[in-house]
């Protein structure tokens, strides 16, 4: 399986400070077919998780532009510009590129 | 309203069986892969199925393997999870989700004990 690495996994943040997520990966992300499969969500409390970037640093609609996702290979980062109120909670990376399918551990955020 | 709504869940005795359903609406259901994801109390993300949009191609974690079965109807827009021989690590909210996680539903709980 691959393994997926987050750092940190606890994220004390200041509101309108910047904030950033690691994530690693065992082996390369980058699939057969040449896309790299490097999901981010994010999991609100009490809620289902939503999915904020896929491949890597596609943005879904309606997710803010301070949320960005960049990265390569095994290495990729989530970027939050201006932390505000409602983006507490948990932020998990996920690979779809190799069976089966894996989570990172999460990033908790807190304010 | 893009919506998928997840049903079916609640207590069984360890070795019990459980079907789920998940309902799909706002989409085209019959062209999007599908997943079940789980979420075990206080712990992180699971992914332990998939399910190709046609339903011809299926995919497993190893600890489910055996014991849980991924289904779909499209003709009802429908998802399902067939759960056999339940343990108690079993015991976690069940989540369906499109394949690249775009659309989630609201879960369903699923708790194995005795």
């Known amino acids: 399986d691959v393994m997926m690495t987050q750092s940190p996994l606890s994220l004390p943040v200041t509101l309108g400070q910047a904030a950033s997520i690691s994530c690693r990966s065992f082996?390369?992300?980058?699939?057969?077919?040449?896309?790299?499969?490097l999901n981010w969500f994010q999991q609100r409390p009490g809620q289902s998780p939503r999915r904020l970037i896929y491949?890597?640093?596609e943005r879904d609609s309606g997710v803010p532009d301070r949320f960005s996702g960049s990265g390569s290979g095994t290495d990729f980062t989530l970027k939050i510009s201006r932390v505000e109120a409602e983006d507490v909670g948990v932020y998990y990376c996920?690979?779809?590129?190799?069976?089966?399918?894996?989570f990172g551990q999460g990033t908790k955020v807190e304010i | 309203e893009v919506q998928l709504v997840e049903s079916g869940g609640g207590l069984v005795q360890p070795g019990g069986s459980l079907r789920l359903s998940c309902a799909a609406s706002?989409?085209?259901?019959?062209?999007?892969?599908m997943n079940w994801v789980r979420q075990a109390p206080g712990k992180g993300l699971e992914w332990i199925s998939y399910?190709?949009?046609?339903?011809?191609?299926?995919h497993y974690t190893d600890s489910v393997k055996g014991r849980l079965t991924i289904s779909r109807d499209n003709a009802k827009n429908s998802l399902y999870l067939q759960m056999n021989s339940l343990r108690a690590e079993d015991t976690a909210v069940y989540y369906c989700?499109?394949?690249?996680?775009?659309?989630w539903g609201q879960g369903t709980r699923v708790t194995v004990s005795s």
């Open positions: 989700t499109s394949g690249g996680g775009g659309i």
């Open positions: 706002g989409f085209a259901f019959n062209t999007y892969a």
């Open positions: 399910i190709r949009s046609g339903g011809d191609y299926t």
């Open positions: 082996q390369s992300l980058v699939h057969s077919d040449g896309n790299t499969y």
């Open positions: 491949k890597v640093s």
């Open positions: 996920m690979q779809g590129t190799h069976w089966p399918l894996t």
